[in-house]
């Protein structure tokens, strides 16, 4: 049984950093073909990818809006996925959340929600102006 779990969340002031972890039980990060990213969602909104690994796991894509800010990143020691966010903005605040997939392709693959099989709890976002 796979379990992934999320921690760093919590509150900021905009220009602070947080680091997001995902630790995976039943599921192996390094193996880094697979699908595996970073998602968030607001009330009211769609669930948005905002990092991913996808293709052979050394391509990234980032959301528009945080590329230059976040950094996503694996642990193999640990097996654990990170997600470093810097200079956050009030925009930024949502609901986090870690997945993982048993599906591996580009980003017409990895990008969209349904091809993910694993998802966190969530960890909450909030950042303050």
């Known amino acids: 049984q796979v379990q992934l779990v999320e921690s760093g969340g919590g509150s900021v002031q905009a220009g602070g950093s947080l680091r997001l972890s995902c630790a995976a039980s039943g599921y192996t990060f390094t193996v880094t073909s697979y699908c595996m990213g970073w998602f968030r969602q607001t009330p009211g909104k769609e669930r948005e990818v905002v990092a991913m690994?996808?293709?052979?796991?050394?391509?990234?894509y980032y959301l528009d809006s945080v590329k230059g800010r976040f950094t996503i990143s694996q642990d193999s020691a640990t097996n654990t996925l990170n997600l470093q966010m810097n200079n956050v903005k009030p925009e930024d605040t949502a609901m986090y959340y870690c997945?993982?997939?048993?599906?591996?392709?580009?980003?017409?693959?990895?990008?969209?929600?349904?091809?993910?099989?694993?998802w966190g709890q969530g960890t909450q976002v909030t950042v303050s102006s």
């Open positions: 690994f996808y293709g052979a796991g050394d391509r990234t």
């Open positions: 997945a993982a997939s048993r599906l591996w392709g580009g980003i017409g693959v990895c990008k969209y929600e349904n091809r993910y099989h694993y």
